[in-house]
């Protein structure tokens, strides 16, 4: 008797001690505006597939523009990073070639397929430099570097636009590409 008397002490006090629910508050956002997600199809996920791939090829783009930029004024440094920038151009355009082979802009539709298109036409630019990029960078570095920034950075825009018309949020820009 005692045993039962000390068990329901025990269960009163402890849900006594529990806090009640707080007031569920109303939702910010209407439930029309939300955007519903849709599961991609084959083509679109294999267009995300091949930009994830190029992608990579563009952070060893950026990364080379980097160390450029970090190198300063010394001039060993400056020469060990214009070399390397020649050498991340030749591996970035196995990455961008790779992965653009799969972006075909018909695997979307309507506003969505120009912004594709566009974003395709940048990684073709990109693709054409970088030849341009790994034989001139230790002749002309400067050159070679505004012109690589300029493409990275018309990329990032056309990037930009093609994630809002899908849906997905954007990321901030690297330091490097919105200098």
């Not at 300063?72 to 990455?95: I, N, T, V």
């Not at 230790?138 to 809002?164: C, I, M, N, W």
């Amino acid at each position: 008797m005692r045993g039962l008397a000390l068990l329901l002490c025990v269960i009163a006090g402890s849900a006594a001690a529990q806090q009640p629910a707080p007031p569920l508050l109303p939702e910010s956002a209407r439930a029309e505006s939300i955007p519903l997600y849709t599961v991609p199809t084959p083509a679109q996920a294999l267009f995300m597939n091949g930009l994830r791939t190029v992608g990579r090829g563009i952070n060893q783009l950026k990364d080379a523009v980097n160390r450029v930029t970090m190198a300063g004024r010394d001039s060993l440094r400056r020469r060990r990073a214009d070399h390397l920038l020649g050498g991340l151009c030749g591996a970035a355009r196995g990455f961008m070639i790779r992965g653009r082979g799969r972006m075909q802009a018909t695997a979307y539709q309507d506003s969505t397929a120009l912004r594709a298109r566009r974003l395709a036409a940048q990684v073709d630019t990109l693709i054409r430099f970088t030849p341009k990029c790994e034989a001139d960078a230790l002749k002309q570095p400067d050159s070679t570097l505004a012109r690589l920034l300029y493409d990275l950075r018309a990329y990032e825009a056309a990037l930009r636009d093609f994630r809002a018309a899908i849906g997905l949020p954007n990321k901030a820009a690297s330091p490097t590409v919105s200098q």
